[in-house]
């Protein structure tokens, strides 16, 4: 293949192969996240062949959905999540999104934006750079924001964000190989994410918030999310001093 | 509890008296700030949007207090309408290739290799069984499924909910039942496990006990054909697909009615509480993909469909021949049933057949229509004897014909349309809902419930009737 091949979106989606449900020799897992109605189970489809429902409302998907493909040679597992507004709250459906992110250790979770609902969307995005960091933005629906003359300036969003920020319309099936190749790059090292981390400043939070990561890091030395953990703890969050208490925070 | 780890729990509670009460609500501000800082750094308003008027004036008219539920029962109406005259034509032409032409032909190229109870079994039982399913079932599903799904890829049902909250708040249920409700348009236990998205478990076993009401796929093609059988040819032909239209139409707004009612009871004795709050986006309006869609429906919902009602009915099918040429002192099994189920059945009325046709098709909806047209060959000893001529022509007013001949009148269809409404869900349903209520007692209501609308419903017609 000759290096203007390489640089063509085309080429790079040709090398998508869907695997609908038969996937095994996984490389990566991946997981899609974001708010109710920002088409995460498009996304899901166009990337596995299977036929995930797909309605224009919010609340569709209620359980994960699992599916693999392969791009590039690597055999990746996708999970669609429910979409979810925070991860504050604890109702089953945002439950399954959070435990996910933070236990079924994604690779990469790509967060779908709603470009025409930037402002709500980001909070949760916001709320998923405290859990994890290897992180890809899809912002989905920039034809519509255009026709609401809106305009969304995607690198400037990337570099406030710190993570890859990528275009889709993934009803129209635009955007893959960008997002394919997004993908690979966090999931191979190639891209470090460094996604903009909450600025905290509430009086004593800091100091506090230290002290319950070292505690935390006496007991249990590998493991993750210590800084968001904390936090919920000192937010008072119920199920997570609970599970902190039965002795099974690792698996909350 | 464990030594260190409730050593972190008491200190963690030692710090949260140092840290603001809100705390919870700083963050929350916190990230929210700084979201719309995000988003207000790369984001630009160009102008005022086109859109955004035409989405807001559409959303004015189907969600008004006035227009809104008006609007719906119209568009429903229209569906319907589409649905039932669309499915005519079609419909005849299948029965005509694999009935009328099919059936006699495939029996005469097998008659010299099979033994005649096999024959029986295969071409009589599990062929014409499945050449029904596939004529009667076919039309209407191919029509009115891409018409619902392109409403729901518009973003229709976000609407309908909204119109109803209010309605079932005050039968002290969730508005979101009305999601749950529209998915079980579909299928009854989609739209059971869709009640996960409602919060509190009360409001979420109402709408799974209730969500029977919603009339599923499998009846859907059975009340379009009653109708137009029976009722369209009540009037003058150019009216019988409106009549037909606004009995079938009667029946889904009934199916709401009850769910209703029937919400409001539980939820004032098994089920007590108070209706709680929430709140649903309504999603922006989106171009259909129209073609897309056409190929989802079809092949995802209709041919799905299909597929399973074919094979619960083949078995049915061979079944169903052999209860009808078993026989027990000269007489058939199937006429010892149905002679024993008549007196019962007539008191709602409906007939023997009509009730051992439920009972065989507790697997799959889909199969009562093909079952009870089986049947009644049986039992007039038509297919027993091995006659064709019943079968020769079937367009709708051959087939009223048959099964008036079976003792079939207008109170018999009546019934038979609000029994399909009110019975038992399918055995997935049931397995459904024990899987998501855990409970044998909700599992168990979930089933007598409509069983006894059924009933009380059917015996009132008979008796009005009379």
């Not at chain 2, 009854?188 to 919603?214: K, Q, Y």
């Not at chain 2, 709680?276 to 171009?287: A, I, K, Q, V």
């Not at chain 2, 190929?295 to 094979?311: E, G, K, M, N, P």
């Not at chain 2, 023997?352 to 049986?378: D, Q, S, W």
């Given at each position: 293949m000759?290096?203007y091949?390489?640089?063509c979106?085309?080429?790079q989606?040709?090398?998508?192969e869907?695997l609908?449900v038969?996937f095994?020799?996984?490389?990566?897992?991946i997981?899609?996240?974001?708010?109710?109605?920002t088409g995460k189970?498009?996304?899901f489809?166009?990337?596995?062949?299977?036929?995930?429902?797909t309605?224009?409302w919010?609340?569709?998907?209620?359980?994960?959905?699992e599916g693999g493909?392969?791009?590039n040679d690597?055999?990746?597992?996708?999970?669609?999540?429910?979409g979810t507004?925070?991860l504050?709250s604890a109702?089953?459906d945002e439950?399954v999104?959070r435990?996910?992110?933070?236990?079924?250790?994604p690779d990469?979770?790509?967060i779908?934006?709603d470009?025409?609902?930037l402002?709500?969307?980001?909070?949760l995005a916001?709320?998923?750079?405290?859990?994890?960091?290897r992180?890809?933005v899809?912002?989905n629906?920039?034809k519509?924001a255009r026709?609401?003359n809106?305009?969304?300036?995607?690198?400037?969003?990337e570099?406030?964000?710190g993570v890859?920020?990528?275009?889709?319309?993934a009803r129209?099936?635009q955007?893959?190989?960008e997002?394919?190749?997004?993908?690979?790059k966090?999931?191979?090292g190639?891209?470090?994410?460094?996604?903009?981390?909450?600025?905290?400043?509430?009086?004593?939070?800091?100091g506090a918030?230290?002290?319950?990561k070292q505690?935390?890091?006496?007991?249990y030395?590998?493991?993750?999310?210590k800084?968001?953990?904390?936090?919920?703890?000192?937010a008072?969050d119920?199920?997570v001093?609970?599970?902190?208490?039965r002795?099974?925070?690792?698996?909350? | 509890?464990?030594?260190?780890?409730?050593?972190?729990?008491?200190?963690?509670?030692e710090l949260r008296?140092?840290?603001p009460?809100?705390?919870?609500?700083l963050?929350?501000?916190?990230i929210?700030?700084?979201a719309?800082?995000?988003?207000?750094?790369?984001?630009?308003r160009?102008?005022a949007?086109?859109?955004?008027?035409?989405?807001?004036?559409?959303?004015w008219l189907l969600?008004?207090?006035?227009t809104?539920?008006?609007?719906?029962v119209?568009?429903?109406?229209?569906?319907l309408w589409?649905t039932?005259?669309?499915?005519?034509?079609?419909s005849?032409?299948?029965a005509?290739?694999l009935?009328?032409?099919?059936?006699?032909a495939?029996?005469?190229?097998?008659a010299?290799y099979?033994?005649?109870?096999?024959?029986g079994v295969?071409v009589?039982g599990?062929?014409?069984t499945?050449a029904?399913?596939v004529?009667?079932?076919?039309p209407?599903?191919?029509?009115?499924f891409p018409i619902?799904?392109?409403?729901?890829?518009?973003?229709?049902?976000?609407?309908?909910?909204?119109?109803?909250?209010?309605i079932f708040?005050?039968a002290g249920?969730?508005?979101k039942?009305?999601?749950?409700?529209s998915?079980?348009?579909?299928?009854n236990a989609?739209?059971v496990?869709?009640a996960r998205?409602i919060?509190?478990?009360?409001?979420?076993?109402?709408?799974?006990?209730?969500?029977?009401?919603?009339l599923?796929n499998?009846?859907?093609?059975?009340q379009f054909?009653i109708?137009?059988?029976?009722?369209?040819?009540?009037?003058?032909a150019?009216?019988?697909?409106?009549?037909?239209?606004?009995?079938v139409?009667?029946?889904?707004?009934?199916?709401i009615?009850?769910?209703?009612?029937?919400s409001?009871l539980l939820?004032?004795t098994v089920l007590r509480?108070h209706?709680?709050t929430?709140?649903?986006?309504?999603?922006p309006?989106?171009p259909?993909?129209i073609?897309k869609t056409?190929?989802?429906?079809?092949?995802?919902r209709?041919?799905?469909?299909?597929?399973?009602?074919?094979v619960?009915?083949a078995?049915?099918?061979?079944?169903?021949?052999?209860v009808?040429?078993?026989?027990i002192a000269?007489v058939?099994?199937?006429?010892?049933?149905i002679?024993?189920l008549?007196?019962?059945?007539?008191?709602?009325?409906?007939?023997g057949v009509i009730l051992?046709?439920y009972?065989i098709a507790?697997?799959?909806?889909?199969?009562?229509?093909?079952?009870?047209?089986m049947?009644?060959a049986?039992y007039?000893g038509?297919?027993?004897?091995?006659?064709?001529?019943?079968?020769e022509?079937?367009?709708?007013?051959?087939?009223?014909e048959?099964?008036a001949?079976?003792?079939w009148t207008i109170?018999?269809?009546?019934?038979l349309m609000?029994?399909?409404l009110?019975?038992?869900?399918?055995?997935?349903t049931?397995?459904?809902?024990?899987k998501?209520t855990k409970?044998?007692k909700w599992t168990t209501?979930?089933?007598?419930?409509?069983?006894a609308?059924g009933?009380?419903l059917c015996a009132?017609?008979t008796?009005?009737?009379m």
């Amino acid at each position: 293949m000759s290096s203007y091949c390489d640089h063509c979106s085309g080429a790079q989606q040709a090398r998508l192969e869907q695997l609908g449900v038969g996937f095994e020799d996984i490389d990566h897992i991946i997981c899609l996240a974001g708010n109710p109605n920002t088409g995460k189970s498009t996304v899901f489809n166009a990337l596995t062949g299977l036929k995930q429902h797909t309605g224009n409302w919010p609340g569709k998907t209620i359980e994960r959905a699992e599916g693999g493909f392969v791009y590039n040679d690597k055999h990746y597992k996708i999970v669609d999540l429910p979409g979810t507004y925070s991860l504050l709250s604890a109702s089953p459906d945002e439950e399954v999104a959070r435990d996910f992110i933070l236990f079924g250790q994604p690779d990469v979770t790509v967060i779908v934006l709603d470009a025409t609902r930037l402002e709500r969307n980001l909070n949760l995005a916001l709320q998923i750079f405290q859990i994890t960091r290897r992180i890809v933005v899809a912002v989905n629906f920039l034809k519509e924001a255009r026709s609401h003359n809106l305009n969304i300036d995607l690198r400037n969003l990337e570099l406030d964000l710190g993570v890859p920020v990528v275009a889709i319309e993934a009803r129209d099936g635009q955007g893959f190989a960008e997002l394919l190749s997004a993908i690979a790059k966090v999931c191979g090292g190639d891209i470090v994410p460094n996604p903009k981390a909450l600025k905290l400043n509430i009086p004593g939070l800091k100091g506090a918030l230290n002290q319950v990561k070292q505690l935390l890091a006496q007991l249990y030395p590998q493991l993750e999310h210590k800084e968001w953990i904390a936090l919920r703890l000192l937010a008072g969050d119920a199920s997570v001093s609970a599970a902190l208490a039965r002795g099974d925070l690792e698996n909350l | 509890m464990l030594e260190a780890q409730s050593n972190i729990i008491a200190r963690v509670d030692e710090l949260r008296w140092q840290l603001p009460p809100n705390l919870n609500d700083l963050l929350a501000e916190q990230i929210y700030t700084e979201a719309t800082q995000i988003a207000a750094r790369s984001q630009e308003r160009l102008g005022a949007s086109q859109r955004l008027l035409w989405e807001r004036r559409l959303d004015w008219l189907l969600t008004n207090r006035y227009t809104g539920i008006p609007l719906m029962v119209l568009l429903l109406a229209i569906v319907l309408w589409i649905t039932i005259s669309g499915a005519n034509y079609p419909s005849a032409l299948l029965a005509a290739l694999l009935v009328d032409w099919g059936w006699p032909a495939l029996k005469a190229a097998l008659a010299p290799y099979l033994a005649p109870w096999l024959l029986g079994v295969l071409v009589d039982g599990v062929y014409l069984t499945s050449a029904w399913v596939v004529s009667v079932m076919l039309p209407p599903m191919a029509i009115f499924f891409p018409i619902f799904t392109i409403l729901e890829d518009f973003g229709y049902l976000p609407r309908v909910a909204f119109n109803l909250d209010r309605i079932f708040q005050r039968a002290g249920a969730h508005g979101k039942q009305a999601l749950t409700m529209s998915m079980g348009w579909g299928c009854n236990a989609a739209g059971v496990v869709a009640a996960r998205i409602i919060d509190s478990p009360r409001e979420r076993i109402i709408a799974i006990i209730t969500n029977n009401f919603s009339l599923c796929n499998g009846r859907w093609p059975m009340q379009f054909l009653i109708a137009t059988v029976f009722l369209g040819s009540l009037v003058q032909a150019e009216y019988a697909n409106l009549v037909a239209t606004l009995a079938v139409l009667f029946v889904a707004l009934l199916g709401i009615v009850l769910a209703l009612v029937s919400s409001a009871l539980l939820s004032r004795t098994v089920l007590r509480g108070h209706a709680s709050t929430f709140s649903l986006e309504l999603p922006p309006y989106r171009p259909p993909q129209i073609l897309k869609t056409l190929y989802t429906a079809f092949f995802d919902r209709t041919i799905f469909v299909l597929w399973r009602a074919i094979v619960f009915a083949a078995p049915a099918g061979a079944a169903i021949w052999l209860v009808g040429n078993i026989e027990i002192a000269q007489v058939p099994l199937a006429k010892v049933i149905i002679d024993w189920l008549n007196p019962l059945a007539g008191i709602i009325g409906l007939n023997g057949v009509i009730l051992l046709a439920y009972i065989i098709a507790i697997p799959a909806n889909e199969i009562v229509i093909p079952t009870i047209l089986m049947l009644t060959a049986v039992y007039s000893g038509e297919l027993h004897s091995g006659s064709a001529v019943m079968f020769e022509a079937s367009s709708h007013q051959a087939l009223g014909e048959m099964l008036a001949a079976g003792g079939w009148t207008i109170t018999t269809a009546i019934c038979l349309m609000l029994f399909s409404l009110c019975h038992n869900p399918c055995s997935t349903t049931i397995y459904t809902i024990y899987k998501e209520t855990k409970s044998l007692k909700w599992t168990t209501l979930s089933v007598l419930i409509p069983l006894a609308w059924g009933f009380l419903l059917c015996a009132i017609v008979t008796l009005v009737w009379m």
